[in-house]
């Protein structure tokens, strides 16, 4: 038994909805399967719940099983700071020495406030923003190698070279990837938490389509012009240093870019923190609001 997704412990907010994906397996064939949740446990308000994933009686006939669901927790209307933690379990239809219950890894969940949500979603997108700024260093400098690459004489030695700055090209791509990866899961963090901003997520969508685009289609192409250039392509070195030039600053649009989302993040905590003196104010002055 698993629980592919999320398959890592979340902080998130009260209303969050959490995607799932419990898979589980047997060759005795599944029986009843529930996801079991306890609530602030080891204290006065520990609360045990159960959600069903495969419904009993089940057949010999189900060997494999996949429930894909969505966990709204608004409805335990849990305050910030509470704490729930889960797995799944799944019964098989094992009748001779059995029945076994099958248990999947146990994960936690943490109830946040908008105000500690948003302030961890901007020191995520600023170790993005710190990353990219490393990667654009690098293409910098692989741009200035290509350059005097360009200009070297066209012998063995040259498209020995031409390969193996291919090759970096690839391990710049596979930096711009964790980022992509690191963009992706943030973006999840928002979704399942319902903290979507139209303006932050247009910022967020922009930075993922762009990133991907270099690490599928750009950095690859630009790989195998540097091999054409090495095996004595002429042409190939001005086409390869114009696009290395375009990588190096669409990474740094990427990074402006989720340097203002974060900024927008900085924004909302503000707003909320003059939202809640405001109350305060109103509240020690005995008005409506």
Do not use: C, H
């Amino acid at each position: 038994v698993r629980i592919m997704k999320p398959g890592k412990d979340l902080n998130v907010l009260p209303n969050a909805r959490i995607p799932l994906d419990v898979r589980a397996q047997d060759d005795y064939g599944l029986g009843a399967g529930t996801l079991a949740a306890v609530l602030n446990r080891g204290t006065a308000e520990e609360q045990q719940v159960r959600l069903p994933l495969i419904a009993a009686p089940a057949t010999k006939d189900l060997k494999a099983f996949s429930a894909p669901l969505v966990w709204d927790l608004a409805p335990f209307k849990l305050e910030p700071g509470r704490q729930l933690r889960y797995l799944a379990e799944v019964a098989d239809l094992d009748t001779v020495s059995g029945p076994n219950l099958g248990r999947s890894q146990e994960y936690g969940i943490t109830i946040v406030s908008r105000e500690d949500f948003e302030a961890e979603l901007q020191r995520r997108i600023e170790e993005m923003v710190s990353d990219l700024q490393r990667s654009r260093e690098q293409a910098r400098q692989l741009r200035n190698v290509t350059e005097v690459l360009a200009a070297s004489p066209p012998d063995a030695a040259r498209e020995s070279r031409a390969m193996a700055l291919g090759l970096e090209q690839g391990r710049l791509g596979e930096s711009l990837q964790q980022v992509r990866d690191a963009l992706g899961a943030l973006q999840e963090s928002v979704a399942m938490s319902g903290a979507e901003d139209p303006r932050r997520d247009a910022m967020l969508e922009g930075a993922a389509g762009t990133l991907q685009g270099l690490v599928e289609r750009r950095l690859p192409s630009i790989s195998e012009t540097l091999k054409a250039g090495g095996r004595g392509d002429a042409a190939a070195w001005p086409r390869a240093l114009a696009d290395q030039q375009e990588v190096v600053q669409e990474i740094e649009r990427v990074s402006q870019g989720l340097s203002g989302a974060a900024s927008f993040g900085d924004l909302l905590k503000r707003l909320e923190r003059l939202i809640e003196d405001n109350d305060r104010l109103i509240r020690k002055a005995g008005g409506g609001r």
